[in-house]
């Protein structure tokens, strides 16, 4: 890359005037991440050729990484109809916080005509202060994570033995038992990951963990991070760490880690990228002890969160949580019946018959079983126990949603783990095929 850029300024110094030329010069620094360099060549091209929607495309990108709110107005604005939603939603941010509320709603309301789903609750609440004629102010951050005991140990998890011991050894044995780990130089602290399909109990154990060890549970939501104003998620995200050190020991669960640590080559702005490196710089513990501060990421994705929080010292031990094995699904069956009337169940045979199903899946099933019960006693009008053959029957309309993640599963361990990350998923989809 450094080659390229060499070569490409040499060949300016001949022919300065040649705007492709400087545009592929511009496009090259932006991919190696020179927004700088990048947004100085951008400027040059649009004094020579001020029309050129490219140009204006990519001078917004720029600006948008260095955080320069009035330039992304600039560039964006004459080019918004290009903009991909994402771009439309970045423009009305960066105008708002420019002061340029009216160009603000304007955009704000095009992305909505594009797509009203894509409605944002900060730009809301900014752009209406401002029709009332409120003084332009940050709006209310929401309250912060409330840190918690929960009441809910692995004796309400289903199975999975194997898994909670593994759970015991890097987050409740080191809180425990601190003075033994440190004993054999071990810290007490650092990031676990937990990624599997969906519905298989990945929060439920994580709160289960926090149970066994009577940590404090801190839930960190996607909502009380991510704000529109520059440099607030980041600060957001340090007080929330900087706490979390203050009442060690404690757990910080993240749910879809993803939604903050998305991997960098997939994020196209500077706040994304600005979040990622904010999160790796909490979990270095730069310039404050992470001792006695476990966090705890969960995801669906494990393949969009970016490498750099899988090195040593961040989320280093990345645990698959697969779908419950036989033993451990009727052992879901049973927790999920045991407040509910029921006649001569037999959960082995169930079990038997439900493989892949998730712990979300299995719940779903007695609830559909359930259904079956109630609708007979509703028109005698007595309790009617749910039988064998209702949940039997229920087991054809309930089918397992994890065969969906399992498939997208496969092509990575095929084509995407070199690394050994899959590992796991490999000899479960292994055993699963026998």
């Given at each position: 890359?450094?080659?390229?850029?060499?070569?490409?300024?040499?060949?300016?110094?001949?022919?300065?005037?040649?705007?492709?030329?400087?545009?592929?010069?511009?496009?090259?620094?932006?991919?190696?991440?020179?927004?700088?360099?990048?947004?100085?060549?951008?400027?040059?091209?649009?004094?020579?050729?001020?029309?050129?929607?490219?140009?204006?495309?990519?001078?917004?990108?720029?600006?948008?990484?260095?955080?320069?709110?009035?330039?992304?107005?600039?560039?964006?604005?004459?080019?918004?109809?290009?903009?991909d939603?994402?771009?439309?939603?970045?423009?009305?941010?960066?105008?708002?916080?420019?002061?340029?509320?009216?160009?603000?709603?304007?955009?704000?309301?095009?992305?909505?005509?594009?797509?009203?789903?894509?409605?944002?609750?900060?730009?809301?609440?900014a752009?209406?202060?401002?029709?009332?004629?409120?003084?332009?102010?940050?709006?209310?951050?929401?309250?912060?994570?409330?840190?918690?005991?929960?009441?809910?140990?692995f004796?309400?998890?289903?199975?999975?033995?194997?898994?909670?011991?593994?759970l015991?050894?890097?987050?409740?044995?080191?809180?425990?038992?601190?003075?033994?780990?440190?004993?054999?130089?071990?810290?007490?602290?650092?990031?676990?990951?937990?990624?599997g399909?969906?519905?298989?109990?990945?929060?439920?154990?994580a709160?289960?963990?926090?149970?066994?060890?009577?940590?404090?549970?801190?839930?960190?939501?996607?909502?009380?991070?991510?704000?529109?104003?520059?440099g607030?998620?980041?600060?957001?995200?340090?007080?929330?760490?900087?706490?979390?050190?203050?009442?060690?020991?404690?757990?910080?669960?993240?749910?879809?880690?993803?939604?903050?640590g998305?991997?960098?080559?997939?994020?196209?702005?500077?706040?994304?990228?600005?979040?990622?490196?904010?999160?790796?710089?909490?979990?270095?513990?730069?310039?404050?002890?992470?001792?006695?501060?476990?966090?705890?990421?969960?995801?669906?994705?494990p393949?969009?969160?970016?490498?750099?929080?899988?090195?040593?010292?961040r989320?280093?031990?990345?645990?698959?949580?697969?779908?419950?094995?036989?033993a451990?699904?009727?052992?879901?069956?049973?927790?999920?019946?045991?407040d509910?009337?029921?006649?001569?169940?037999?959960?082995?045979?169930?079990?038997?018959?439900?493989?892949?199903?998730?712990?979300?899946?299995?719940?779903?099933?007695?609830?559909?079983a359930?259904?079956?019960?109630?609708?007979?006693?509703?028109?005698?009008?007595?309790?009617?126990?749910?039988?064998?053959?209702?949940?039997?029957?229920?087991?054809?309309?309930?089918?397992?949603?994890?065969?969906?993640?399992?498939?997208?599963?496969?092509?990575?361990?095929?084509?995407?783990?070199?690394?050994?990350?899959?590992?796991?998923v490999?000899?479960?989809?292994?055993?699963?095929?026998?």
């Open positions: 890359m450094a080659d390229a850029v060499s070569a490409l300024r040499e060949a300016l110094a001949f022919s300065p005037d040649n705007v492709p030329l400087r545009m592929h010069l511009a496009r090259t620094l932006l991919e190696a991440g020179r927004w700088q360099e990048a947004a100085s060549e951008l400027r040059e091209v649009l004094l020579r050729a001020p029309d050129r929607a490219d140009a204006r495309l990519a001078a917004g990108t720029a600006a948008s990484e260095l955080g320069d709110d009035a330039r992304v107005v600039e560039h964006w604005w004459p080019v918004r109809d290009d903009l939603p994402e771009d439309l939603r970045d423009l009305a941010r960066a105008a708002v916080r420019s002061g340029a509320r009216d160009r603000a709603q304007i955009a704000y309301d095009e992305l909505l005509a594009r797509d009203p789903a894509l409605r944002d609750l900060e730009l809301d609440r752009l209406r202060m401002h029709l009332v004629d409120t003084p332009a102010a940050e709006p209310e951050p929401p309250p912060p994570p409330r840190p918690a005991r929960p009441a809910i140990t004796a309400d998890v289903g199975g999975l033995e194997s898994l909670k011991e593994r015991r050894m890097d987050i409740i044995y080191p809180l425990q038992r601190p003075d033994l780990f440190r004993a054999y130089g071990k810290k007490v602290g650092g990031g676990v990951l937990l990624f399909p969906p519905g298989v109990g990945k929060t439920h154990l709160r289960a963990a926090a149970g066994e060890c009577e940590a404090s549970f801190v839930v960190v939501e996607i909502q009380q991070v991510l704000d529109m104003w520059l607030e998620s980041e600060k957001r995200l340090h007080q929330i760490f900087e706490k979390a050190r203050d009442e060690a020991p404690t757990i910080l669960f993240f749910d879809e880690i993803e939604a903050i998305a991997a960098r080559h997939q994020l196209r702005h500077g706040p994304g990228r600005r979040m990622v490196n904010q999160l790796l710089t909490e979990l270095d513990g730069v310039g404050a002890a992470n001792d006695r501060v476990l966090v705890l990421g969960a995801t669906n994705a393949w969009d969160v970016d490498p750099a929080l899988r090195r040593p010292g989320f280093d031990r990345v645990i698959f949580v697969p779908p419950p094995d036989v451990a699904r009727a052992e879901v069956l049973k927790l999920a019946f045991r509910r009337p029921v006649e001569g169940l037999d959960l082995n045979a169930i079990a038997r018959r439900t493989a892949r199903y998730s712990g979300a899946d299995l719940v779903h099933l007695a609830e559909v359930s259904e079956r019960a109630l609708s007979e006693a509703l028109r005698s009008g007595k309790v009617r126990a749910i039988t064998q053959s209702d949940v039997l029957a229920s087991v054809d309309r309930v089918r397992p949603t994890t065969v969906e993640w399992l498939d997208v599963a496969r092509r990575y361990v095929t084509y995407a783990n070199q690394a050994g990350l899959y590992d796991d490999a000899r479960y989809l292994e055993k699963a095929a026998e």
